[in-house]
């Protein structure tokens, strides 16, 4: 029995040992790769950007007329009112001028001495050629008829436009938008006695700054939008002189199919304020900013590269990249805390830095050999 027990004990031992030995001296296991980032990349893309600029603006018909006196006077007669239609040349309102009667009497003067001239100048002309007058006295009448000629052309002239001046007409066809005198009002010629818009389209007036002023251009189109409806049109006109009372620069459009539109009406429309065609474009993402510097990180063989570029139009998805990239980089458009120059990265189901795709190459070549090894030693 004691040598039965002897003979157990050595077994138990001999197992333990069996069991405790191959962790001492199996080799150390290799510590776990370190997890490295996972970053995804995409090369430059060649496309336009746009940029769209919303903005407020006044409805205005495309032709539309002032209608100001040439002459200060009492308003006599009022043919029309405001909402009627009318034709280029039809009377609006008579004003007396108080000049009329004057500008008749020195017409009427000038007549007179004209015919005088005239009558004196038929005279002299038969004495003249009967030698009873000399070249000299004949050539002054002759003088004196023309004066007299030329002092009635000024009156009749002056006359003339009297009687225009007292009789407002209108200057286009159309409608009359507004009317602003009643009779016996009295206007000077600094006054606005009517507003007539055409029956053209209509137009849509508006001011820019001057950044966004840069990158407008006659013929560009605009989108103008009022009470959930959309009307498209061109701009048309770019004033170079700054506006005294917003200083901002006047910008005009015509619109297309826009009737509907009251006249006055504010309406919220959008420009192409900047744009650029053939252009590198990145994420906007992928760009940041180090001390007022733009720049981005690049993916070069498993690592992370700082990379200065200069950019020029963007918006919120897409930046135009002008230098400091080319068509062939791989930009890093993910973002991560752990991104810093030089860092080691992976690529979302590609490689990592220090020779990824080999190391997983053997990984995968070790794992189909397993099954050959059992099955032989089976």
Request: with cysteine; proline share 2%; hydrophobic share 40%.
């Amino acid at each position: 029995m004691r040598k039965r027990g002897v003979i157990i004990t050595i077994v138990v031992v001999v197992a333990a040992v069996a069991l405790i030995a191959p962790r001492f001296l199996r080799p150390k296991e290799e510590v776990a790769a370190v997890s490295l980032p996972m970053v995804s990349v995409e090369k430059p893309k060649i496309g336009s950007i746009e940029i769209q600029t919303g903005l407020t603006g006044s409805v205005e018909p495309s032709d539309m007329v002032y209608v100001i006196p040439k002459a200060a006077g009492e308003v006599t007669q009022v043919y029309v009112k405001a909402g009627d239609f009318v034709q280029e040349g039809q009377k609006l309102l008579d004003i007396d001028t108080k000049q009329v009667e004057g500008a008749k009497i020195s017409l009427d003067t000038a007549a007179v001495s004209l015919q005088d001239a005239n009558t004196n100048l038929q005279r002299m002309t038969v004495l003249y050629q009967s030698g009873d007058i000399s070249r000299q006295q004949f050539e002054q009448i002759q003088s004196s008829a023309r004066m007299a000629k030329l002092q009635y052309d000024g009156a009749k002239l002056a006359y003339d436009n009297q009687i225009e001046f007292s009789s407002i007409t209108a200057p286009i066809s159309g409608l009359v938008e507004s009317f602003n005198v009643e009779v016996h009002d009295n206007v000077a010629q600094s006054n606005t006695l009517c507003v007539i818009s055409g029956k053209g389209t209509k137009a849509v007036s508006f001011h820019v700054t001057e950044r966004v002023l840069g990158g407008l251009h006659v013929g560009d189109s605009i989108t103008v939008e009022k009470n959930g409806s959309e009307y498209h049109g061109a701009i048309s006109e770019i004033s170079s002189m700054v506006d005294a009372a917003t200083g901002l620069f006047k910008v005009k459009a015509s619109l297309d199919s826009a009737d509907t539109l009251a006249t006055g009406a504010q309406v919220k429309l959008y420009v192409t304020s900047e744009r650029a065609d053939q252009a590198m474009l990145i994420p906007t993402d992928a760009v940041y900013y180090e001390g007022g510097q733009s720049m981005v990180y690049l993916y070069k063989d498993g690592a992370v590269v700082e990379q200065a570029v200069e950019v020029g139009v963007y918006d919120a998805e897409q930046t135009q990249i002008t230098g400091g990239l080319t068509i062939e980089d791989d930009v890093i458009v993910t973002w991560s805390s752990e991104l810093f120059e030089g860092s080691e990265v992976e690529l979302y189901g590609g490689t990592s830095a220090g020779g990824g795709q080999e190391t997983a190459a053997k990984e995968n070549g070790e794992e189909k050999e397993e099954p050959e090894e059992t099955e032989a030693e089976q």
